[in-house]
């Protein structure tokens, strides 16, 4: 046991107790408290994976009328049940004071958000019509280049990477997911699954009105960065970037792996390809828009 004074913003709290006991203590105290000093995001960047979110995160946490100062692009409320349950306070938290933000935008981006079926009732429910934007790649080229990078975590010092580690090969990868009697969990890979953005978008769309949601292209979004970022600032009603700070972004690489195609995959890749015609039409229907994918 110890006695200390714990001071958290202007409230001061006299201890006597563990440090658990200390940890809850506060929480209590101030999770009530950041919905009446914190600011609620104005936005948020919903998906997908593998699809350029860390890099737009990193452009607009550089715009001058942006504000964040959460660590992690991630806050993992909305997608993760146990920090759901801490509470609407905890995840305010993560965002600027009042005084702080003023009248500049503040946000987070989580490239999982789009894909879980229950997130977009809960986004409604804690924040409104709130405005969101979601980056789509070429599904086969999503699922490749997700299977990449979770197949490398093995190789990697930390801990939390490994243990998501995914070792089998693509083949199996693949195979495992389109066999409806492999036992063998999807979750977090779903290589498939997540690039039929019809569906997802469609459910967004059931809680949102179109006017929510700016759609991005992912090879549009790397071919031609001052035209997406235009429309990103357009759709926030902010300032646009100058071109000398696009020409920066251009030079600055985020999340990015080296990621060599087998030939052995080539195969696998066609018949992805194929698979996925009818949910990319889908897409291309409800949006209006031909990706060519």
């Not at 690039?195 to 292209?217: H, M, P, R, T, V």
């Not at 902010?238 to 020409?247: G, L, V």
């Amino acid at each position: 046991m110890r006695s200390i004074t714990g001071e958290v913003g202007w409230v001061k709290i006299p201890f006597a107790k563990s440090d658990s006991m200390i940890k809850q203590s506060i929480k209590k105290i101030v999770y009530p408290i950041y919905p009446i000093i914190k600011s609620r995001p104005d936005f948020l960047i919903i998906g997908v994976q593998r699809a350029a979110t860390t890099s737009l995160y990193h452009y607009l946490t550089s715009h001058p009328q942006i504000v964040v100062t959460h660590k992690w692009r991630e806050t993992y409320y909305f997608d993760n049940p146990e920090n759901y349950r801490k509470g609407f306070g905890w995840y305010i938290g993560h965002f600027p004071a009042k005084l702080r933000k003023g009248n500049k935008l503040t946000f987070e981006a989580s490239p999982s958000y789009m894909y879980h079926k229950h997130i977009p009732e809960l986004i409604k429910q804690d924040l409104g019509n709130i405005k969101m934007i979601a980056i789509v790649r070429n599904p086969v080229d999503r699922a490749y280049s997700a299977w990449q990078m979770y197949h490398s975590y093995s190789s990697l010092p930390h801990k939390h990477l490994r243990d998501r580690a995914d070792e089998r090969t693509f083949a199996e990868a693949i195979a495992q997911e389109f066999n409806p009697e492999s036992n063998t969990a999807k979750y977090p890979y779903n290589y498939i699954d997540r690039g039929k953005y019809a569906q997802q978008i469609e459910n967004y769309y059931n809680y949102f009105g179109k006017d929510n949601i700016l759609i991005l292209d992912f090879e549009q979004f790397c071919d031609n960065l001052g035209a997406a970022l235009n429309r990103v600032c357009d759709f926030l009603n902010i300032d646009y970037f100058s071109p000398n700070k696009i020409n920066e972004f251009q030079n600055q690489k985020y999340a990015v792996a080296n990621y060599v195609t087998s030939s052995n995959h080539a195969q696998i890749l066609e018949q992805l390809k194929d698979y996925f015609v009818p949910f990319n039409k889908q897409l291309y229907n409800l949006l209006g828009t031909d990706y060519d994918w």
